[in-house]
C-alpha cells in the first residue's frame, strides 16, 4: 500500500479520553503479570493508532502548509496531544507502581521515561503545552511563508541555495543578501515567537517546580545517563580540540577558492570549479540509491525496496512546502516516511542518506519493539544511525557525483568536523537563555553573535547587520521547535566518525555493530547503546582529542587544491 492510501481518520478526543480510562481501569484490576501485559499490548496498539493518526496529519500537513483540511487536523492534534499527556502520564505511573513490575521483562528505558513523564506534566500546564505547540507551528509557517525574488524567479528558502552556492560570488552575495532580507522583513515576529516560547517554557518549568527550563528541558530530551555539567565539559572539549581544526579547515577553503578571507556568502562555496552536485533528477536520486542499497546489505536492500514500492518518502521541495527534513513512524503500517526539500546541492545525498538512517533504524525496531516509546532510540542515539549511515554510503557516492565524487568525500568529512562547533553554538545559547529567560530580543542576539564568536571564530558577517547583530539563529528551527535538540547532533556526529574510522582501517564488524543498534531501537540509554556499537562515549576523556587528529590525518591525506 502507498503512503498516499494510508487512511486518516478523525480521532474525537471525548472517544479517546474514554477509551484510554477504560484501558488504565483494566490494567489497575490485573493481579498477574500475564493479564498485564496482554493488556499493555492492547494499550500499545492504541496509542500506537493515535500516533499514526497524528502523524500521518503531521505529514501531510507539511507536504502542504496551505491544505485546509491538514491545517485544521493539526491545529486540532496541537490542542489534543496536551490533554492526552495526562492519561501517557498515569499509565507510565501505573507500570512503575505496578507489583510485579520486575517480572514484565519491559527495558528499562521505558520507566525512565515514564518517570521522566511525572517529572514533566501537570494538567495545570495543559494550556501552556497548547500554546507552546500553536508558536512552535506558527514559526513553521512563517519559514514556509518565504517568497524570494531572485533574478527573474520567485524561491522558497530551500530552493534559493542553489543560487547561494554559485561559482559566480557576485551571485552568491546577492542570492544571500536576498535570502537574508525575508528574515530582516520579518526581525520582528521571529523576536516575537522566540521571546513567547522562551516565556511559556519558563512559565512551565516554574509551575511544576523547577528553577528554570533548562532541567525540564533535559528531562524532555530523556537525557538519562548524563547532565548539565557533562554537557558543558564536553562543548569545552570541543573548543579546544575541534575549532582549531576548524579554523584550519577555513583557511584551506578560502585559500582553495582563492579569496583574502571568507565572507558570510563564501561559507558554503567550497571550491573553484564548484561545490559538488548531485546528478540527475530526485527519481534518478531515488534509483541511485535504490542501487546503492540493493548492494550494501540483505537488510538495506529489503528496506529501500519497501520505502520506494510504498512511497513512503516526499523529497522535492514546492511552495506552501514545510522547510526541513525529518523522518518519522507510522505505527500502524509499521513503515518509517522520510520528509525532505531537495534543492540540488550536495545536501540532497546528506539528507536523504542521513534520513535513510533514521528510516533504516525504525524498520529494524519495528519488527521486534511493540512499546511505541521504544520504537526510536533518544535523539542522540537515533542520530548515530543517520549520521553513520551518511559515511557507510560512502562507497556509492559516485552514482549521485560522478566525477565528482572525490570532492564530496572531501567534502563531507570536513564538514562533518565543521559542524561540532555551529552544534556546540545552538546548545550553549540555549543554556544561556534559558538561564536569562527574561533577556530583550536584543540581549538575546547580542548573546548568540558573542558565542558565535567563540565556536566560529572565522565566520564576519559586514555586508548583513541582523547576521552581524546576532540574527542567524532565527534559521535554526530546532531552537524555536525542539529546545535543546541540537548537541545530541555533535554527540552522534562524533560517534559516526569512529564508525567511519573503523571503516576506513576496513574493520568487518563496523557494519555488524551498526545493524545491532539500528535493531535496539530505544530498548537501552545513550551511553548503553554507544558501548554495545563498541565505540567510545563522546564524554570520555580524549575521546575528541582522539578523533580530531584521525581525522586531520585523513582529511591531510587529500590533496583539496586540485579538486
Known sequence: MKFSEFKYEHLNYEDLKKEFEDYLEKLRKCDNPKDFLEVFEEINVFRGHIQSMSTICSIRHSINTADEYYDKENEYWDNTYPLLQEYEVTLGKILLECPFKDELNIPKPYYLMAENSLKSFSPEIIEDLQEENKLSTEYGKLKSSARIEFEGEIYNLSSIAVKMNDDDRNIRRQATKAF???????????????????????????????????????????????????????????????????????????KRIEVDRLEAYDVNYNFKTGNPKPH????????????????????????????????????????????????????????????????????????????????????????????????????????????????????????????????????HIADSVLFLPYGCLVDHF?????????????????????????????????????????GYFYRQGHIFQSPFYYIDYTLAQVCALQFYVRILNNDENAWKDYVHICELGGTKTFTEIVKEANLKVPFEDGCLTDVAIKIKEELDKIDDSSL
Not at 525575508?182 to 523576536?191: A, G, I, L, P, S
Not at 526510536?376 to 559515511?391: L, R, V
Not at 538561564?435 to 564576519?460: F, G, H, V
Request: proline letters at 4%.
Open 430 to 470: 540555549q543554556h544561556e537563555v534559558y538561564a536569562n529567560p527574561n533577556m530583550t530580543s536584543q540581549e538575546r542576539k547580542s548573546c548568540w553573535r558573542k558565542l558565535e564568536k567563540i565556536y566560529k571564530p572565522d565566520i564576519n558577517y559586514d555586508e548583513f547587520p541582523l547576521l552581524e547583530k546576532g
Open 180 to 254: 537574508m532580507k525575508f528574515y530582516e522583513d520579518n526581525e520582528e515576529k521571529f523576536d516575537d515567537i522566540y521571546d513567547k516560547l522562551v516565556k511559556v517554557r519558563d512559565r512551565i518549568a516554574k509551575k511544576l517546580g523547577y528553577e528554570n527550563f533548562i532541567p525540564l528541558g533535559y528531562i524532555r530530551m530523556n537525557r538519562f545517563d548524563y547532565d548539565q555539567k557533562m554537557v558543558e565539559n564536553y562543548r569545552n572539549q570541543v573548543i579546544k580540540d575541534i575549532v582549531p581544526l576548524t579554523v584550519e579547515l577555513r583557511k584551506r577553503q578560502a
Open 280 to 411: 540527475g533528477d530526485i527519481d534518478e536520486l531515488v534509483a541511485a540509491a535504490l542501487k546503492m542499497y540493493s548492494e550494501m546489505s540483505q537488510e538495506t536492500r529489503d528496506f529501500f525496496k519497501m520505502m520506494s514500492e510504498q512511497e513512503l518518502f516526499d523529497l522535492p521541495t514546492r511552495p506552501n512546502k514545510e522547510m526541513g527534513g525529518y523522518c518519522t513512524s507510522i505505527y500502524d503500517y509499521k513503515v518509517p516516511f522520510i520528509f525532505s526539500n531537495s534543492n540540488g546541492t550536495a545536501a540532497d545525498v546528506d539528507t536523504l542518506t542521513h534520513e535513510a538512517g533514521h528510516a533504516f533504524q525504525s524498520y529494524c525496531t519495528m519488527k521486534n519493539v511493540t512499546i511505541p516509546d521504544l520504537c526510536f532510540p533518544t535523539m542522540e542515539s537515533a542520530e548515530i544511525n543517520s549520521m553513520s549511515m551518511e559515511f557507510f554510503a560512502h562507497p556509492w557516492s559516485h552514482l549521485f557525483f560522478k566525477e565528482d565524487s572525490d570532492k564530496y568525500h572531501f567534502l
